[in-house]
């Protein structure tokens, strides 16, 4: 069963610093991969998400994430937080679309004003 | 266009109690997938619905739980006889098809308390 790891649960840093959440997964065939967003008191929205092509991918809000087949990662960036990014933040693989999604533990993100 | 609807978004029940969640998909969307999120845990995945079938459901525990997604109303899982294990938040999500994509659009949640 695919698995799938995320590291520093829980992240606190100020308003324009750089914010990179790290993302792998356990899994050597085809994937699709895809990171989720919870904001306080709101349901999971997608972030952005990967299915084939370019591996560094864009997502709403400023947040791109990048495929690394080698080294089964799928890390999520975002060059300049702002507060109303507090949140917590899932990444999620599906494998050969079996219709499953398996998620990492999350990471909750605090900015400080 | 509604987002997926998950009721009650809260719910206490006391140990042996039964617990209904129900989940209407998008409109639309026929492919229902139900998660659970245990403390501190990240989403598991029970089940996977479409309407009237059951597709695959190798992360529903093997007793006292059941889901269904009838031809008319909303998808339901059941939990019968519960335990405080049982307290977690549970999601449910829709899909419209089946195409290699896979996207899935959540709604907000049943947070389910056992005491």
């Known amino acids: 069963a695919q698995s799938v790891s995320q590291h520093n649960h829980h992240v606190i840093l100020s308003e324009a610093a750089s914010l990179e959440l790290g993302c792998n997964y356990s899994?050597?065939?085809?994937?699709?991969l895809f990171w989720y967003v919870q904001y306080p008191g709101q349901h999971l929205q997608l972030l952005l998400k990967y299915f084939s092509g370019d591996p560094l991918v864009k997502g709403i809000k400023g947040f791109e994430a990048e495929f690394i087949k080698s080294k089964f990662s799928f890390n999520l960036r975002k060059p300049s937080v702002q507060w109303s990014d507090t949140a917590e933040y899932f990444c999620a693989v599906n494998a050969d679309g079996n219709n499953r999604l398996a998620f990492g533990k999350g990471n909750q993100v605090v900015v400080i004003p | 266009n509604a987002g997926v609807m998950q009721n009650p978004r809260h719910l206490v029940r006391r140990r042996g109690q039964e617990a209904r969640l129900r989940c209407s998909p998008m409109k639309g969307h026929s492919h229902v997938y139900w998660y659970r999120q245990l403390p501190e845990e990240g989403l598991k995945f029970m089940v996977y619905l479409q309407k009237e079938n059951i597709i695959d459901e190798s992360g529903m525990p093997k007793e006292r739980f059941s889901a269904e997604f009838p031809k008319e109303g909303p998808s339901i899982l059941r939990i019968q006889q519960v335990v405080r294990g049982d307290s977690a938040a549970y999601f449910c999500a829709s899909s419209p098809d089946v195409s290699s994509y896979n996207e899935q659009f959540f709604g907000p949640g049943t947070r389910l308390t056992v005491l």
């Open positions: 899994y050597g065939g085809t994937v699709n």
